[in-house]
């Protein structure tokens, strides 16, 4: 991840919950998703006591978990003093702190991908996907204008690497936003349209192997060849498994692109689903100083037999993922 040529995926976790008692009798999530975050948090919270009898910052901490992003606590690292709007359509501020080994805020950080922290919001159904940049203050708050447009379930990711020791981390938390709606169920989606821009997945998803995506942007029926460097990259990819969440880490191919160079129309990435399942994507490419937000669904496949693409052909209908 700490490769300036690699763009990593900005990733993910799961944790504790954020002003529960804010559902409304209408508000539907699926029941192995709520069932899986409350499992998560409970055995996170034992991962946290192991870690503080052990004193070496990964005693206890479940290493299958932890490259998944399902820890609410990583060597130490914890996200903590996140607050956000509470209903939808209001205007406030979404702020976090993120505190060290010490218990302390911690407000040294490297430069990853261009920024000190990535934040990424998105609904439990795959909804209303966000990558944002928030802005740090002296005593270590991180914080952004935010507005919820619909209520659910959302998961919060901070992806940082801390000074002190040079590594990456992704931290979680989920906030509750009470209101009623109807959870979105995720169908395979190959091809989609953002902002008048074709976007289309090709390629095997085979789980428990690195996997050759390719992902083609076109405009009237032409490909695009002035995709702009963003985030050290042409492009950005986030997976995120359908259900709970966890992240499919990913990494583009080739170098980074040097000041002023374009690319496309296709952009490759090298997956590695960590289970079978269906997996939600979302591209971010920049054209003219403008970024957009392209959602894809695929399934992965069992691998080997040709012509088997893992949702990668399948045609689909577009996905409202506000950002």
């Known amino acids: 991840m700490k490769a300036p040529a690699r763009l990593g995926l900005y990733g993910l976790g799961l944790v504790a919950v954020f002003a529960v008692a804010g559902f409304t009798a209408n508000t539907v999530i699926p029941d192995q998703t709520?069932?899986?975050?409350?499992q998560e948090t409970e055995d996170n919270a034992h991962h946290e006591e192991g870690d503080a009898m052990s004193?070496?910052?990964?005693?206890?901490?479940?290493?299958?978990?932890?490259?998944?992003?399902?820890?609410?606590?990583?060597?130490?690292?914890?996200?903590?003093?996140?607050?956000?709007?509470?209903?939808?359509?209001?205007?406030?501020?979404?702020?976090?702190?993120?505190?060290?080994?010490?218990?302390?805020?911690?407000?040294?950080?490297?430069?990853?991908?261009?920024?000190?922290?990535?934040?990424?919001?998105v609904r439990a159904d795959g909804q209303h996907f966000a990558h944002v940049h928030p802005e740090m203050g002296e005593d270590g708050t991180w914080s952004i204008p935010w507005q919820w447009e619909e209520a659910g379930s959302y998961r919060v990711f901070a992806d940082f690497v801390p000074a002190e020791t040079g590594e990456g981390i992704t931290l979680s938390t989920t906030v509750q936003v009470p209101g009623d709606y109807q959870a979105v169920a995720a169908e395979p989606v190959?091809?989609?349209?953002?902002?008048?821009f074709d976007v289309a997945v090709e390629g095997d998803l085979v789980a428990g192997?690195?996997?050759?995506?390719?992902?083609?942007?076109?405009?009237?029926?032409?490909?695009?060849?002035?995709?702009?460097?963003?985030?050290?990259?042409?492009?950005?990819?986030?997976?995120?498994?359908?259900?709970?969440?966890?992240?499919?880490?990913?990494?583009?191919?080739?170098?980074?692109?040097?000041?002023g160079?374009?690319?496309?129309?296709?952009?490759?990435?090298?997956?590695?689903?960590?289970?079978?399942?269906?997996?939600?994507?979302?591209?971010?490419?920049?054209?003219?100083?403008?970024?957009?937000?392209?959602?894809?669904?695929i399934d992965t496949t069992t691998g080997g037999a040709e012509g088997e693409h893992g949702g990668g052909h399948e045609e689909g209908g577009d996905h409202d993922h506000g950002e």
């Open 34 to 38: 709520v069932q899986a975050w409350t």
């Open 55 to 121: 004193g070496d910052g990964h005693a206890g901490h479940d290493a299958g978990t932890a490259s998944l992003g399902l820890g609410i606590e990583q060597d130490g690292y914890e996200l903590t003093a996140v607050t956000a709007p509470t209903e939808t359509g209001t205007d406030g501020e979404l702020s976090l702190t993120v505190t060290g080994p010490d218990g302390e805020p911690v407000t040294d950080f490297e430069l990853e991908h261009e920024k000190e922290l990535h934040l990424i919001a």
């Open 190 to 196: 190959a091809e989609t349209t953002v902002d008048g």
């Open 209 to 259: 192997e690195g996997s050759e995506l390719t992902m083609t942007v076109t405009r009237d029926g032409q490909p695009v060849t002035a995709l702009e460097p963003y985030l050290g990259a042409f492009g950005h990819l986030v997976a995120l498994r359908d259900g709970d969440l966890a992240y499919l880490h990913v990494h583009p191919h080739g170098d980074a692109p040097a000041a």
């Open 261 to 297: 160079e374009t690319s496309g129309p296709e952009i490759v990435f090298e997956a590695t689903a960590p289970t079978e399942g269906r997996y939600l994507l979302f591209l971010d490419f920049q054209v003219d100083g403008q970024v957009h937000t392209a959602p894809l669904v």
